[in-house]
């Protein structure tokens, strides 16, 4: 697999995964906090993987799509 094509697909894999939270947020807005705070604690404060950061990220994306 080509550079070009594995980054196609993460790109798609990352909008596809934005699409999902946004409709997540939207019809199940519970489910959807309980699910940002489980994976915070995945991530320990040791961690140098910046997961909290991505996820955080990922959810404002989201939030400010969804606005009008």
Do not use: G, W
Request: net charge positive.
């Amino acid at each position: 697999m080509t550079l070009a094509a594995l980054s196609t697909k993460e790109q798609r894999a990352r909008e596809n995964r934005a699409y999902v939270r946004r409709l997540l947020l939207k019809r199940q807005p519970a489910f959807a906090a309980a699910l940002a705070a489980a994976e915070r604690d995945l991530c320990s404060p040791a961690c140098q993987c910046k997961q909290r950061e991505m996820i955080a990220h990922r959810l404002s994306t989201a939030l400010a799509i969804d606005r009008p």
